[in-house]
């Protein structure tokens, strides 16, 4: 490839691959992933799309990249998939993702809990870390980053094509850990990636009552986090970042750096009509 100059460049390009998932010999969905972590990806999946209620009932995931397949075994299987799985929504997600049903489906049922916080500087930190995390986006861009966090501590980092990939890769490696790291309250979620309506309601189906992202939010993801309780933060770089919702859950225990722009200042709370 030649750059701006005409001059010839050698960079990395990530590789992107399909990955049907079967259900009890019944084919599913195909998604389009890096594939770094297929199983916890299928896992996640499954579990976003509410087809499952415990990683109890998975019995095994097989996963065979001659053929590009992943073969999930349940131990009973799952009631009433042909009717749970015949309404797919087109959602925004890079590389075309898509849930079953309606994305407001059960959203009423969520129930965040309450007493989940997060310090702003411990914010400063989970956003300083993500800026220092030696990355695919860093080589080649091209990918979207999640990563999940307890206060400053990065326990996950992953990074695939589609930032819905990447949530449910999380949630899918949060179902296989003990209770205390499948707990949300002590967890933040961020990704690189808008905080839609798809990404705010996953996010809360793992018990995560705290999301933060480089980049803004929708209208709708805006409404869907104000209505579960979820406190939505984008536009975060450096010390700068909008807290759309809840603003309640963020503790400000720091004062920012002085000079950041009063329009869009750091700390600055979003209200809407």
Not at 152 to 181: C, K, S
Not at 207 to 222: E, N
Request: overall charge negative; hydrophobic content about 40%; charged content about 25%.
């Amino acid at each position: 490839m030649h750059d701006e100059f005409g001059q010839p460049r050698e960079i990395a390009i990530p590789a992107e691959r399909d990955l049907t998932i079967y259900v009890d010999r019944r084919e599913l969905v195909t998604l389009m992933t890096l594939g770094a972590h297929p199983e916890w990806l299928v896992l996640g999946y499954l579990r976003n799309q509410r087809l499952i209620g415990s990683v109890d009932e998975i019995e095994s995931i097989t996963v065979d990249w001659e053929v590009g397949a992943a073969a999930v075994r349940t131990r009973h299987g799952i009631a009433a998939i042909e009717d749970r799985t015949a309404r797919r929504v087109v959602t925004t997600g890079c590389g075309q993702g898509s849930v079953f049903g309606g994305l407001m489906d059960m959203v009423d049922r969520i129930e965040l809990p309450p007493e989940a916080r997060l310090r702003q500087s411990d914010l400063y930190q989970i956003v300083r870390q993500i800026r220092q995390q030696d990355s695919v986006y860093k080589q080649a861009g091209s990918v979207h980053g999640c990563a999940l966090f307890r206060g400053p501590e990065l326990l996950l980092f992953v990074e695939d094509v589609g930032r819905h990939n990447a949530v449910d890769t999380i949630a899918g490696w949060m179902w296989l850990q003990d209770a205390t790291a499948m707990r949300g309250d002590d967890k933040a979620f961020y990704t690189t990636g808008r905080l839609t309506s798809e990404m705010v309601i996953k996010s809360a189906q793992m018990g995560i009552a705290v999301v933060v992202s480089r980049s803004g939010t929708t209208q709708m993801g805006l409404a869907v986090a104000e209505q579960v309780g979820l406190c939505a933060i984008g536009r975060a770089t450096n010390e700068r970042f909008l807290c759309f919702s809840h603003p309640q859950r963020l503790l400000r225990d720091v004062e920012p750096a002085v000079g950041a722009p009063a329009a869009l200042g750091a700390g600055h709370v979003v209200r809407t009509a």
